[in-house]
């Protein structure tokens, strides 16, 4: 029998946090999702694998048992994707950089020049990914390095350089009656409409909606986006305002979108990650100086 991984992690992240809804958050997919996804493996074990309660989600005799085995299971099965593409990267003398929104703004390219003269014949592949991949394929093992915004999930299993720090100002509509103001404070947003960043619910998306400096004021979703465009065109047409980085007001500007400075938030930044398993590895090493020498 052939069993997706990808239904074994969301078994043990259901496992792990006794509740479909935190697993939900952790994994990025929607609760209906989830628990189709648990299903479905029940059905091809042909057992059942939680009991479901009010309480949250236990783990049947049998799921005590898979529960036991499947993250030993799926590190090995990680470290062996991890070093197949790794070996194919290496061969073709590619180093595969993720990167999020406008990665190290300016720096970007001074970074990729630097690396091109520390690793004659090495190219840097510059891989963007959704905003519903905060790692940018990073924790999937499909690069090598990333250049992302912290906080993001799974920070903590990562090895993580901060390359600098830049506050987070508004995106709003052009006509919006505090699109005149020179500064906005923070508080003055709070009832506002926000254009929010896929998965539909996590900390991460949380972070850019400042739901945490709120004092516990609700946070209103306007609409929700995945890529640039679409987050831009929501904000133009008036669906809602966003939190952005300052440097999104040079590298995603367009009519009929105004960025203001914002007080009362704090401030965001940019890092260079990579896996703890590629510490001795003399490519990631200079690219990772690369990026500390050149912002």
């Excluded at 061969?91 to 690396?115: K, P």
Aim: net charge negative.
């Amino acid at each position: 029998m052939d069993v997706d991984t990808r239904l074994l992690r969301s078994f043990l992240a259901v496992a792990e946090d006794g509740s479909l809804t935190r697993a939900a958050e952790r994994l990025f997919v929607s609760q209906p999702a989830l628990t189709k996804q648990i299903k479905q493996l029940e059905t091809q074990l042909g057992v059942r694998l939680f009991t479901r309660s009010k309480a949250g989600m236990a783990l049947t005799e049998p799921g005590q048992t898979l529960a036991a085995q499947v993250p030993a299971l799926l590190a090995e099965w990680d470290e062996v994707l991890r070093e197949t593409k790794s070996a194919a990267s290496k061969s073709a003398r590619v180093l595969r950089v993720g990167f999020v929104g406008s990665a190290a703004n300016e720096a970007t390219q001074h970074i990729i020049a630097e690396f091109a003269r520390r690793r004659p014949g090495w190219r840097a592949d510059m891989r963007q990914a959704p905003w519903s991949n905060p790692t940018a394929g990073l924790a999937d093992g499909d690069v090598d390095a990333a250049l992302l915004r912290l906080p993001f999930p799974g920070q903590d299993t990562l090895r993580v350089e901060v390359l600098f720090t830049e506050p987070r100002w508004v995106a709003l509509p052009t006509a919006h009656p505090l699109a005149s103001r020179e500064v906005i404070d923070f508080q003055d947003l709070w009832d506002e409409p926000f254009v929010a960043a896929l998965p539909e619910s996590g900390w991460w998306r949380d972070y850019w909606l400042a739901a945490d400096e709120r004092d516990g004021h609700p946070v209103r979703i306007g609409a929700v986006t995945d890529q640039p465009d679409d987050w831009l065109s929501a904000i133009a047409n008036g669906y809602g305002i966003a939190l952005a980085p300052e440097s999104a007001a040079r590298f995603y500007s367009r009519p009929g979108v105004v960025y203001r400075p914002v007080s009362g938030v704090s401030a965001s930044q940019v890092g260079i990650a990579w896996a703890p398993a590629d510490d001795g590895n003399p490519i990631v090493h200079d690219f990772v100086r690369c990026c500390l020498d050149n912002v």
